[in-house]
T-cell receptor, first 107, second 114 residues
Framework: KNEVEQSPQNLTAQEGEFITINCSYS?????LHWLQQHPGGGIVSLFM???GKKKHGRLIATINIQEKHSSLHITASHPRDSAVYIC?????????FGTGTSLTVIP | KAGVTQTPRYLIKTRGQQVTLSCSPI?????VSWYQQTPGQGLQFLFE???????NKGNFPGRFSGRQFSNSRSEMNVSTLELGDSALYLC?????????????FGPGTRLTVL
């Protein structure tokens, strides 16, 4: 069974700070997904990556296949970034989810 | 393009009843996956359908079942409801099989079992 661990579980930051959320998985993957969930439940897929690095606006996702580790970075954080961030590992056509990181950005 | 829609959005049932939830994917998407989210267990994969065939099933009892129609719309059914089935049920669609494609999530159906 694939174990997906995220850290930290909770994170509070001041507006403008650089934020890093980490995700480790135990089994080789097909793809690693980063999801964002706002209060109320809606989930948005931020990134899907199987190697290297992807950037979208102020968000950057990296993955190290050898170390089985991925990071999500948010530059110049803003209160609207406040949400739960979830990494999901796709292995054997199944998704295994981390427990999520709850981010609060204070103005 | 319209997003993924789920109906109903909220549902209250009692133990022992059964429930059917519906998911309409984005037009052109052939894959639909279902997930359960609870405060205790977080997000868990239920099953995936692609072109009317179940490709994968998560670790859930047989009370949880689903199907996909020729227009890619999908339904999931839970029979003999238990209190622990209270959860947010999310579906997601993608163009290709799950995992290799970006997932687009619906707003979810919040099921409460009394």
């Amino acid at each position: 069974k694939n174990e997906v661990e995220q850290s930290p579980q909770n994170l509070t930051a001041q507006e403008g700070e650089f934020i890093t959320i980490n995700c480790s998985y135990s089994v080789g993957i097909s793809a690693l997904h980063w999801l964002q969930q706002h209060p109320g439940g809606g989930i948005v897929s931020l990134f899907m990556l199987s190697s290297g690095k992807k950037k979208h606006g102020r968000l950057i996702a990296t993955i190290n296949i050898q170390e089985k580790h991925s990071s999500l970075h948010i530059t110049a954080s803003h209160p609207r970034d406040s949400a739960v961030y979830i990494c999901a590992d796709n292995t054997g056509n199944q998704f295994y989810f981390g427990t999520g990181t709850s981010l609060t950005v204070i103005p | 393009k319209a997003g993924v829609t789920q109906t109903p959005r909220y549902l209250i049932k009692t133990r022992g009843q059964q429930v059917t939830l519906s998911c309409s994917p984005i037009s052109g998407h052939r894959s639909v996956s279902w997930y359960q989210q609870t405060p205790g267990q977080g997000l868990q994969f239920l099953f995936e359908y692609f072109s009317e065939t179940q490709r994968n099933k998560g670790n859930f009892p047989g009370r949880f079942s689903g199907r996909q129609f020729s227009n890619s719309r999908s339904e999931m059914n839970v029979s003999t409801l238990e209190l622990g089935d209270s959860a947010l049920y999310l579906c997601a669609s993608s163009t290709g099989p799950t995992g290799g494609d970006t997932q687009y999530f619906g707003p979810g159906t919040r099921l409460t079992v009394l």
